[in-house]
Nanobody
């Protein structure tokens, strides 16, 4: 069965860091641009970051640029999102997905609060 499974979410204080992982089962991530989306309560879902399947080019939303870093390890069939200098406004459910939106994980909760 084709699945994307996120992990690494949790509760962190402002200024802290988390690393999210997205592990694929049933298909190989090598062929896809993979990214992260998030949705906060009462807000529209937004794209956070994507990484290409070929040259490794990346995209970041302006709100996270300079704080978040996306990477991939094709040997492990996994994509990561390193999140530094977290702010309360980063609180959301984070979803791993193909950047085209064809495949989605179930999401992982990130809460930034003191």
């Amino acid at each position: 069965q084709v699945q994307l499974v996120e992990s690494g979410g949790g509760l962190v204080q402002p200024g802290g860091s988390l690393r999210l992982s997205c592990a694929a089962s049933g298909f190989t991530l090598d062929y896809y641009a993979i990214g992260w989306f998030r949705q906060a309560p009462g807000k529209e879902r937004e794209g956070v970051s994507c990484i290409s399947s070929s040259d490794g080019s990346t995209y970041y939303a302006d709100s996270v640029k300079g704080r978040f870093t996306i990477s991939r390890d094709n040997a492990k069939n996994t994509v990561y999102l390193q999140m530094n200098s977290l702010k309360p406004e980063d609180t959301a459910v984070y979803y791993c997905a193909t950047c085209s939106g064809s495949r989605w994980g179930q999401g992982t909760q990130v809460t930034v609060s003191s």
